[in-house]
């Protein structure tokens, strides 16, 4: 199983956490706090595609890679949509500008998982 996926996924944890005390340091709690709920907006959808691919099959052909990236994907929508929902409805008051704010900085550390990969690549040392 390749550990790329739960590093990325802490890292996206770290950047929703130091963003969140961030904001809560300059503008306050409700900024704070909605920042951290934007990163769970982001992390929660991302574990469950990450679970989907991650989890071992009993076909290990390639379409059922496709087959469960497809509803891994699809689920991470729905996640999401379900997630902002739940934020815009429940949470009194919020912070939009946060919120956006911890979601986009979250998935921005996705591209962290390139870095993490190619640091792999080069240890190995004869390049396979």
């Known amino acids: 199983m390749d550990v790329t996926i739960f590093r990325v996924l802490l890292w996206q944890l770290v950047t929703g956490l130091v963003l969140a005390v961030v904001l809560w340091g300059v503008f306050g709690r409700v900024a704070g706090y909605s920042g951290f709920l934007g990163s769970l907006t982001c992390l929660l959808p991302n ?3 990450a679970l989907r691919l991650a989890v071992v099959r009993k ?20 996640l999401t949509v379900l997630c902002f929902t ?8 919020l912070s939009a500008a946060a919120l956006f704010a911890g979601f986009i900085a979250t998935q921005l550390a996705t591209f ?15 390049g396979s």
């Open 47 to 49: 574990g469950f595609l």
């Open 59 to 78: 076909d290990k052909g390639a379409q059922a890679l496709v087959n469960a990236a497809w509803i891994g994907e699809i689920g991470k929508l729905a």
């Open 86 to 93: 739940l934020v815009f409805t429940l949470v009194r008051p």
């Open 112 to 126: 962290s998982g390139f870095l993490m990969r190619s640091e792999q690549d080069t240890e190995n040392g004869n």
